[in-house]
């Protein structure tokens, strides 16, 4: 029997794409070929490219508007130094809303001066920090939108007018938000697209080719895109089935919907989580994510008890991360309302029993 998933990553995808996923390793749209063995430089693999490239930048409604969509590799946590050696030339802001933005602080010190503009990691970064001023001389400022480790998520973008850049990889096509309001998003496939292997880039082009430094091809963004995204052998399974998922998005609705969806599932967790007197919640209710919902028991006595409950329940991947401790539920775009609702059944069952 198929598992209600909540992993944070790798993670659950459509079960329909995992279907037309597999039917293509095996045989690819009747060519008598695998997906995985015909060449990257063939009409058949070009055409999924541009699809791809094009389903991203329509379905954040950035076409026709200077943007340009890659599908590299190296995951987001290339992006982190990419992203500096491309736009930092002297000077970059961060605010530090969890340890993926440790990280990409980490590599962007590589390239210049950072300036933390504001931090949560005096709670455990259990919230977002707001209200806080940002200089006007950086080159960028790095957000990162959803916090998958500690369950905290943006609401509302700071105010200014330097170039934004965020790490969108656990809440990109979640959500509606005014993407033209960013210069570079990035995003692991691996939450909301696709499977790990790749890497969606969206780039305004205008913010290229401001910086001094020699840039290997590699780790060019110009380069990148001069090439359509296949300056070399692109991950062919991870762009075809992120595609996929694309195309089943689309199809939905696009954002819109499935946010409204994503609204209903994080409204049942969380109020599981409020009601019933065994849970906490970890986050600040107001910056509480919808991509992944983090609580612990109010008694850890019952751990056993609770561990035992789920996995009977056919529940899979909702313990939290080693630094936060307790539960972490994570309910991206293609995990349906039923999952969350065996979740919440588990929840108060065990209140009914202890
Ligand atoms: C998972 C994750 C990453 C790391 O992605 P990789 O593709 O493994 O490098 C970076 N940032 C955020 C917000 C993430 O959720």
């Not at 990409?104 to 709670?123: N, R």
């Not at 609580?295 to 056993?304: H, M, P, R, V, W």
Request: hydrophobic share 40%; glycine share 8%.
């Amino acid at each position: 029997m198929k598992k209600h998933n909540f992993s944070a990553g790798p993670c659950i995808l459509p079960q329909e794409v995992f279907k037309e996923a597999s039917q293509a390793v095996l045989n690819y749209n009747d060519s008598g070929l695998s997906i995985i063995e015909i060449s990257h430089r063939s009409k058949d693999f070009v055409d999924i490219m541009e699809e791809a490239r094009s389903l991203a930048l329509e379905l954040l409604g950035l076409e026709g508007k200077g943007y340009k969509a890659l599908f590299l590799q190296g995951g987001a946590s290339t992006q982190f130094l990419m992203a500096a050696y491309n736009l930092m030339e002297s000077k970059a802001g961060y605010v530090n809303t969890g340890s993926w933005s440790a990280k990409a602080i980490k590599e962007a010190k590589l390239f210049g001066e950072v300036v933390e503009v504001a931090s949560s990691k005096d709670a455990n970064y259990n919230y977002i920090p707001k209200g806080y001023e940002v200089p006007d001389d950086l080159d960028y400022l790095h957000l990162t939108s959803n916090n998958t480790i500690f369950g905290t998520q943006i609401k509302e973008l700071p105010t200014t007018n330097i170039p934004l850049v965020c790490d969108m990889s656990s809440d990109i096509f979640s959500r509606q938000l005014d993407f033209s309001k960013f210069d570079l998003i990035y995003a692991g496939a691996q939450k909301n697209m696709g499977p790990s292997g790749t890497t969606l880039v969206v780039i305004k082009e205008d913010i290229l080719g401001k910086v001094t430094r020699q840039i290997p091809s590699m780790l060019d963004y110009e380069v990148h895109i001069s090439k359509a995204s296949m300056f070399n052998t692109p991950p062919v399974f991870a762009v075809y089935t992120s595609m996929l998922t694309l195309r089943w998005l689309k199809k939905l609705g696009g954002i819109a919907a499935i946010e409204e969806l994503n609204e209903k599932k994080a409204k049942l967790i969380y109020s599981e989580i409020d009601l019933n007197p065994l849970f906490k919640g970890f986050a600040a209710k107001e910056d509480r994510s919808h991509m992944n919902a983090t609580f612990t028991l109010a008694n850890g006595d019952l751990k056993e008890t609770f561990d035992a409950m789920w996995k009977e329940a056919g529940i899979n991947g909702v313990n939290g991360h080693r630094s936060v401790g307790g539960y972490r539920a994570s309910m991206y775009n293609a995990m349906t309302i039923e999952s969350v609702a065996a979740l919440v059944d588990v929840m108060g069952d065990l209140e009914r029993k202890a």
